[in-house]
């Protein structure tokens, strides 16, 4: 009895101690007491506590913590073969703490793109290793299947720079069928009132004052109405539709002095007519100015550059120098500006006439007061090797035609053409009909041949085809711009037009007029060979 009411009273003491029957208690102490296992009961439930206590830890990040952090990914099952159902696995990914942002969102775009791969890993940490899910491989054949598709994906992934970088080539037939034998230099002059003029002053709103003769007080103007036909053929009729197509998506460019410049004007005029109203105007750019015609994607440019190597006077606004010195051998700044133009048209002559000798900047000079004086035919051929070897070593022949125009002649001597009581050009107009022989206008014919041989020999890889204009012109005394134009950005008003000794103009040319018939040479030349057409 004793014994039984030592163990009741201890088995009382430990369950007011452990609490109000938790876990059932009371039904355990009457199963234990009928089988006498109370102190191994005890025993376990110590041993369970110690084991919980001491390694605590390590079960829960074992069980409970990959639970509750993990979200889950869910990657889709290979269908294997045989028609049966794909399985999804569970992959578990780590959380990313605040240090690892940055290099996870480099990759999140990565875990977006569908792939084909076998294997699945997530990048360890120091704390804890990352767990490695294996995804079940599809079969041998669906891997090489993929590989194909891959392989055929990239080729064509790859074509498609090679497609962008190609322009393709078209090579143009001539439109025209004027033979390059044929010399358009050769012919004479005839009223034509019905074709001519090809164009009219007032519709050509990019003519400039200089050349605007009747606006400017020019009473007749039977000087627009000439035609030039050549001897042995016929120069068609200007088609500016046809012109501007032949010029879709390029660039056509005089680069020389004023007179060029002149011509420039005239060839704007010939071809605006094609471009539709609002879709074309002139923009000055540095030593450039240029006519853009929209819709065509072409452009034609005027480059000013007197002498075509460098000098002291390539300002195209501020040039009026009274000593005037080139670097014969330089003509870099220039010419970077002619690259990958698809028709360059050259001059230089006026700017050399002033002066028997020409000032020549010493090679390794720092300044232009370091010059010689050359004998001006020995510098005009240096100049024009300079300019025709940059030629031959960067022009591409089979997009670039290359044109050399000769020189335009000045008509300040009328007692030459039997008008010994005229003054310089003024007042004439008519153009010299029945004139035979050479005509002494004071032309440098030494210039004029030398330009004609360094056209023709001094650039065998790309051909220069030298344009004579100076006979058909030398017969227009009639057709300058005399006192109806403009000095010093002014027109000319009636007391200095009373001055035609003073203030005539017998260089540059009225337009309407001459420089049109120049540029029907160019027009004729360029559209009876074939064209390279890049698109």
Known sequence: ????????????????????????????????????????????????????????????????????????????????????GGRQVVVPRRDISASEKPAAALHHSEQEKPKHAVTTTTEPTKTEPAPVVVVEKPPQSKVAGTTKSQKKTSKKKAKKPRRQRAAKKTVVPPALGVPETCDLSKGRWVFDNTSYPLYREEECQFLTSQVTCMKNGR??????????????????????????????????????????????????????????????YVSWEGQRVVFHAWEFNATVEFYWAPFLVESNSDDPKIHSIQHRIIKADTIGAHAENWRGVDYLVFNTYIWWMNTMDMKVMRPGAKSWEEHDEVVRIQAYRKVLTTWASWVNDNIDPARTSVFFMSM??????????????????????????????????????????????VSRRASPRVPITFVDITTMSERRKDGHTSVHTIRQGKVLGPEEQADPGTYADCIHWCLPGVPDIWNLVLYTRILSRPALQFE
């Open 219 to 280: 009473r007749d103007d039977t000087y627009q109405k000439w035609r030039w036909q050549p001897k042995d053929c016929s120069m068609p009729r200007f088609d500016a539709k046809l012109f501007m197509e032949r010029l879709r998506g390029k660039r056509f460019m005089f680069v020389g002095d004023s007179l060029n410049r002149n011509q420039w004007e005239s060839m704007v005029c010939l071809v605006q007519s094609a471009v539709s109203p609002g879709k074309k």
């Open 408 to 453: 335009s002649p000045l008509h300040i001597s009328p007692q030459v053409w039997g008008n010994p009581d005229g003054i310089r050009c003024a007042k004439e107009t008519m153009p010299l009909l029945d004139w035979h022989g050479p005509l002494w206008l004071g032309m440098d014919w030494d210039m004029f041949h030398q330009a004609k041989n």
């Open 1 to 84: 009895m004793s014994l039984a009411g030592r163990r009741k009273s201890s088995l009382a003491g430990a369950g007011a101690g452990a609490g109000a029957d938790a876990f059932g208690a009371k039904h355990a102490v009457t199963s234990l007491r009928k089988g006498g296992r109370l102190p191994v009961y005890v025993a376990s439930v110590f041993f369970v506590l110690c084991v919980i206590v001491m390694y605590g830890e390590d079960i829960r990040s074992l069980t409970i913590e990959p639970l509750t952090r993990v979200p889950e990914l869910t990657v889709p099952a290979t269908t294997t073969g045989g028609g049966g």
